[in-house]
């Protein structure tokens, strides 16, 4: 098979492979059952029925609060475990990947109606006076206080591109997820000790306008976790219309297509990073080439000063060698610039190294690879150094050797 053929084979398996892709999409947000039409319908529909409840003066309104709190908690605390099992036993990847928390703007909505409902749950355990158990309440307050102020933090990362990793996530999630289910339930069990004593008291409205807030709420939660378009889509559509015009190659659009679905890899992060260095690396071995070439242009000079040369090409020598030794000195001058820029590019990426590492141990292995490319690079530069060194070296042993034969010897300059 020609390559050309072959190019174009892979291009077309690449594209379905995207069209499919894109289709689970679709059928994964289909799987919900829910649309926001019938949500709102609903929602209209829980809001009719609680308004024809009016007027709500035969309410009693701390048992339709503890009711509520009850039942709201009851199902968050059922959709909250099952959503912790289905993590816990999701695929990680082995190989370490990272994300930005701007991907958490597709669950924004979201967010925004979880920390809303905290508030409300929380304004309501602080205004029921029924009888709880202490630990019950505090159990949940503080419950509720930090998944408030979680979400707030969800909230105001996702306009920001820090970096994350599922590692990290699925690492930090065990601990967490048994602090607050452990809690929930210690709080759940005051709550419905205490609506066991106090239903008697109930009355029809009570349990019915209770019932009503509750649908609404989750309603509300309901319409926020919403599917909407993944974030992956729109890259997997600008990638197939770039492969499709030839404005990448296959190579280029697996890689992109690899980091759209999984993540970005350690190379990936510290690309820029370590483009920044080898760059500087290039311009030092540049001055150091063009320093090295000056040197060597010196010492050519230097043997054909003798005891026998005349003043006039002693003072022609001379001052060619000192444009040479000035021009010398303005290397020497952008060669310490460009040293500087290294050291703080160099710093930069170790403490992105050190970041990376911290959000998943398993980084440390491809860093270590990276990092060992760049040492190459600056083992090179070092050769480089050596070897003007031992041009300048030269030099110097020349014109102390001039110092004896020349009645008016070169002046060594200061950079030597």
Same mark, same amino acid.
């Given at each position: 098979m020609k390559e050309e053929d072959l190019q174009f084979a892979r291009k077309r398996i690449l594209i379905e492979f995207i069209n499919h892709e894109m289709d689970q999409f679709d059928v994964e947000q289909k799987r919900h059952g829910w649309t926001t039409r019938a949500l709102v319908v609903t929602l209209a529909t829980l809001v009719w029925l609680l308004v024809s409840?009016?007027?709500?003066?035969? &309410?009693?309104?701390?048992? %339709?609060?503890?009711?509520?709190?009850?039942l709201v908690l009851t199902i968050d605390f059922i959709d909250s475990f099952s959503s912790t099992l289905s993590t816990q036993f999701g695929k990680v990847s082995e190989e370490?990947?990272?994300?930005?928390?701007?991907?958490?703007? !597709? $669950?924004?909505?979201?967010?925004?109606?979880? /920390? &809303? +409902?905290?508030? !409300?749950? /929380?304004?309501?355990?602080?205004?029921?006076?029924v009888?709880?158990?202490?630990?019950?309440?505090?159990?949940?307050?503080? @419950?509720?206080?930090?998944?408030?102020?979680?979400?707030? !933090?969800? *909230?105001?990362? #996702?306009?920001?591109?820090?970096? /994350?990793?599922?590692?990290?996530?699925?690492?930090?999630?065990?601990p967490y997820s048994f602090l607050s289910t452990t809690l929930m339930i210690i709080a759940?069990?005051?709550?419905?000790?205490? +609506?066991?004593?106090?239903?008697?008291?109930?009355?029809? #409205?009570?349990i019915k306008v209770a019932l009503l807030l509750t649908f609404i709420a989750a309603t509300f939660e309901l319409m926020g976790r919403l599917p909407t378009i993944s974030p992956i889509l729109p890259s997997l559509i600008s990638i197939r219309r770039d492969l499709a015009l030839d404005k990448i190659d296959v190579d280029q659009a697996t890689g992109q297509i690899d980091?759209?679905?999984?993540?970005?890899? %350690?190379?990936?992060?510290?690309?820029?990073?370590? =483009?920044?260095? @080898?760059?500087?690396?290039? $311009? !030092?071995?540049?001055?150091?080439?063009?320093?090295?070439?000056?040197?060597? $242009?010196?010492?050519? *000079?230097?043997?054909?000063?003798?005891?026998?040369?005349?003043?006039?090409? +002693?003072?022609?020598?001379?001052?060619?060698v000192e444009a040479l030794f000035e021009k010398k000195d303005k290397q020497i001058n952008d060669l310490e610039v460009v040293q500087k820029k290294l050291s703080e590019s160099t710093k930069r990426y170790m403490a992105k190294a050190r970041q990376i590492t911290a959000y998943d141990k398993r980084a440390s292995k491809p860093i270590d690879?990276?990092?060992? =490319?760049?040492?190459?690079?600056?083992?090179?530069?070092?050769?480089?150094?050596? &070897?003007?060194s031992e041009v300048r070296a030269k030099i =110097? $042993?020349?014109?102390k050797e001039l110092q004896n034969v020349v009645k008016d010897p070169l002046q060594l300059p200061s950079c030597i």
């Amino acid at each position: 098979m020609k390559e050309e053929d072959l190019q174009f084979a892979r291009k077309r398996i690449l594209i379905e492979f995207i069209n499919h892709e894109m289709d689970q999409f679709d059928v994964e947000q289909k799987r919900h059952g829910w649309t926001t039409r019938a949500l709102v319908v609903t929602l209209a529909t829980l809001v009719w029925l609680l308004v024809s409840q009016m007027p709500l003066k035969s &309410v009693n309104w701390q048992s %339709v609060g503890l009711l509520f709190f009850t039942l709201v908690l009851t199902i968050d605390f059922i959709d909250s475990f099952s959503s912790t099992l289905s993590t816990q036993f999701g695929k990680v990847s082995e190989e370490p990947r990272f994300f930005l928390t701007s991907l958490f703007g !597709i $669950a924004r909505i979201h967010i925004l109606t979880r /920390f &809303v +409902l905290y508030l !409300i749950l /929380f304004f309501v355990a602080i205004q029921l006076r029924v009888h709880i158990l202490g630990i019950s309440k505090i159990s949940i307050l503080f @419950l509720l206080g930090f998944d408030a102020v979680g979400s707030l !933090i969800g *909230l105001i990362i #996702s306009f920001r591109d820090i970096l /994350f990793s599922k590692f990290q996530t699925r690492r930090a999630a065990p601990p967490y997820s048994f602090l607050s289910t452990t809690l929930m339930i210690i709080a759940l069990a005051g709550y419905y000790v205490a +609506l066991a004593k106090n239903i008697g008291s109930f009355g029809p #409205s009570d349990i019915k306008v209770a019932l009503l807030l509750t649908f609404i709420a989750a309603t509300f939660e309901l319409m926020g976790r919403l599917p909407t378009i993944s974030p992956i889509l729109p890259s997997l559509i600008s990638i197939r219309r770039d492969l499709a015009l030839d404005k990448i190659d296959v190579d280029q659009a697996t890689g992109q297509i690899d980091i759209a679905l999984s993540g970005m890899k %350690v190379g990936d992060l510290l690309q820029e990073n370590v =483009k920044e260095i @080898l760059d500087q690396y290039d $311009a !030092i071995n540049n001055i150091l080439k063009q320093m090295t070439e000056g040197s060597k $242009a010196i010492e050519s *000079l230097l043997p054909l000063v003798t005891s026998k040369t005349s003043p006039v090409d +002693l003072e022609s020598i001379s001052k060619a060698v000192e444009a040479l030794f000035e021009k010398k000195d303005k290397q020497i001058n952008d060669l310490e610039v460009v040293q500087k820029k290294l050291s703080e590019s160099t710093k930069r990426y170790m403490a992105k190294a050190r970041q990376i590492t911290a959000y998943d141990k398993r980084a440390s292995k491809p860093i270590d690879e990276v990092t060992i =490319k760049i040492e190459k690079a600056g083992e090179e530069t070092a050769s480089r150094f050596t &070897v003007d060194s031992e041009v300048r070296a030269k030099i =110097k $042993a020349r014109i102390k050797e001039l110092q004896n034969v020349v009645k008016d010897p070169l002046q060594l300059p200061s950079c030597i």
